[in-house]
């Protein structure tokens, strides 16, 4: 079913608040899944059948995040250190698709801060994922 369409988008773009991220946050998933180089990175690591789980997870990440909500209890960096094959390319892309879903769901300024803590969060993850001393100097 992801595959095939993408949630229908909102006729008009919406302030940030539960609801608004959640259609973001499904819109992104399914665009990440088809997307030929993030698609194959989650298709290896997350099945159909567990997929609502994985929703469930990312919305409580985002949740707490930015409505302080407390329903997540994880560790983003140990679940991505486990992944084969994470690049900053895919990084990159990862952030271009997000950026993108923002613009089409949210109001400009919501969608521009919304995009500014995922940067966020991805520099401190790529920071622990690709850090090499080695390569320093
Ligand atoms: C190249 C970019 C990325 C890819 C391909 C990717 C892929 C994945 C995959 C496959 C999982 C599931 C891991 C598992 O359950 O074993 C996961 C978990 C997760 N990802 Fe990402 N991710 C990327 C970047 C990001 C970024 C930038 C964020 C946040 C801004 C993020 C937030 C999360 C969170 C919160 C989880 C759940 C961790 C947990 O299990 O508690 N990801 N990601």
Redesign the pocket.
């Known amino acids: 079913m992801v595959r095939d369409a993408l949630p229908a988008g909102p006729v008009t773009r919406a302030p940030l608040d539960e609801n608004s991220l959640a259609a973001l946050l499904e819109r992104f998933y399914a665009k990440a899944r088809r997307d030929p180089a993030?698609g194959p990175?989650?298709a290896a690591?997350?099945t159909e059948e567990s997929w609502p789980e994985?929703m469930a997870?990312?919305s409580g990440?985002w949740r707490s995040v930015l409505f302080k909500t407390g329903d997540y209890k994880?560790?983003?960096f140990g679940?991505?250190l486990?992944?084969a094959g994470?690049t900053p390319a895919?990084?990159g892309r990862?952030l271009e698709l997000f950026g993108e879903t923002c613009r089409e769901v949210l109001e400009p300024e919501a969608a521009a801060a919304l995009q500014h803590r995922?940067e966020r969060?991805?520099e401190s993850?790529q920071a622990g994922l690709f850090f090499r001393p080695d390569r320093l100097g």
Do not use: D, M, Q
């Open positions: 993030l990175v989650f690591a997350i994985h997870r990312i990440f994880g560790n983003p679940a991505h486990r992944l994470l895919l990084f990862w995922a969060i991805a993850l």
